[in-house]
């Protein structure tokens, strides 16, 4: 195994890798990063590990077998095609790609390769989900009416120079789309996805996409966001969800139908569902490193192909041609603390999210004081059923 981007999250990977490393299920020959590898005391670098800079001379070089990639999103594309083209299978951080385009061009060398990808959606392997979906593939909610999450979280000033990338548009004449739902609420769009999938048996197709999306602070992307993905077959999906939140909203997933209502809170895996008196903790996530090793092993089924993230590709399709978010001041927003450590709040936001989450509106249909239309994209369904571009 090699991982690519061994610093910040990547240390995240390295923990995975050490227990395996040790149980002699794997063994870690490389880490890559462009700058100097940090310590990580739960993940040391194994002996006679390589430590480069650049991936193509890692590759060629140390020749492993599977790769985690976890660099910034705007690169994940041609270093994936690197690790396929090397004969490598591939763990690649969320999101995969960040446009339609490349996400056919991904699955393309895919299929030439012969190899495999699981995308880093670790949500999808909560035992909560898999209780979740099928509490609605064997009826328990009725028929389900609508998909929804609700998030508020709070990001310093600092959070926004974390990185060159951070907050960004573009960089250098890429698309690096480091929006609110690109990125931190990536977990929440896909979860609802995930349900979405268990409702209708299949990927979510995308019939119509609608966005609006707000900024506290002169970045290039959205702090705040209202998301509604229509299908062509199945429930809408709403997400409401900010950075610039008053109170903090871990996050939840609801799932509302005619026999029922189930609230998923998707980063503490707490469940609640139709009858339970409270939410109660479902323990238990498969690890998509292990689940990649045992589909190597034995054909075990991916828990997050490539081809599962189409829909959350689609919906960064729309983020990427969407207007600059629209700024958000004045009396309407609160600022704490100075220098890094400065947070600013939109005044009202947590309740005009959960508005949102409960009746499957975007906040201009609410009549939110500070919201604007939304954009509003039509997919067109492609020959075969296979996905959809925009229109």
């Known amino acids: 195994m090699a991982v690519i981007g061994a610093n910040g999250h990547g240390r995240w990977h390295r923990r995975a890798i050490a227990p395996l490393h040790a149980a002699g299920r794997v063994r870690l020959v490389a880490l890559v990063d462009v700058r100097p590898i940090e310590e990580e005391p739960h993940a040391p670098v194994p002996a006679g590990a390589g430590v480069f800079t650049d991936h193509a001379a890692m590759l060629a070089e140390a020749k492993p077998d599977v790769v ?3 660099t910034p999103p705007h690169t994940h594309l041609p270093i994936a095609l690197d690790v396929l083209a090397a004969g490598a299978d591939l763990l690649l951080e969320k999101p995969p790609v960040l446009s339609t385009a490349e996400h056919r061009t991904l699955t393309a060398a895919l299929a030439d390769t012969g190899r495999s990808c699981q995308v880093g959606f670790q949500a999808l392997g909560s035992a909560a989900l898999a209780e979740l979906t099928a509490a609605v593939t064997d009826g328990r909610l009725g ?13 310093p000033d600092g959070y926004y120079a974390r990185a060159p990338w951070a907050g960004r548009r573009t ?3 890429r698309p690096v789309l480091d929006g609110a739902l690109a990125n931190p609420f990536a977990h929440a769009v896909m979860q609802c996805l995930a349900v979405a999938e268990a409702v209708a048996g299949a990927p979510v197709r995308p019939a119509v996409i609608e966005l609006e999306r707000y900024r506290v602070r002169p970045i290039e992307v959205d702090d705040t966001a209202a998301l509604r993905v229509v299908p062509r077959s199945g429930p809408p999906i709403v997400a409401a969800v900010t950075l610039a939140g008053e109170d903090f909203v871990a996050g939840e997933v609801i799932v509302t139908g005619t026999a029922g209502r189930a609230v998923l809170e998707y980063p503490t895996d707490r469940l609640a569902l139709p009858g339970d008196d409270a939410p109660r903790e479902v323990p238990g996530r498969r690890g998509l490193l292990e689940n990649l090793l045992d589909h190597r092993a034995d054909g075990t089924p991916l828990i997050a192909p490539l081809a599962r993230t189409a829909p959350f590709t689609a919906v960064l399709e729309t983020v990427r041609a969407a207007p600059e978010p629209t700024l958000l001041g004045g009396d309407l927003v609160t600022a704490v603390g100075d220098g890094p450590d400065r947070v600013l709040s939109v005044r009202g936001v947590h309740g005009a999210l959960r ?4 009746s499957g509106a975007l906040l201009s249909e609410l009549a939110v004081p500070w919201a604007v239309p939304p954009v509003r994209v039509e997919l067109m369904e492609e020959k075969g059923g296979r996905g959809s571009g925009p229109r």
């Open 68 to 70: 985690v990639v976890c």
């Open 355 to 358: 508005r949102a989450a409960e």
């Open 143 to 155: 028929t389900v009416t609508g998909i929804a999450t609700v998030a508020a979280w709070r990001r």
């Open 171 to 173: 960089l250098n004449g």
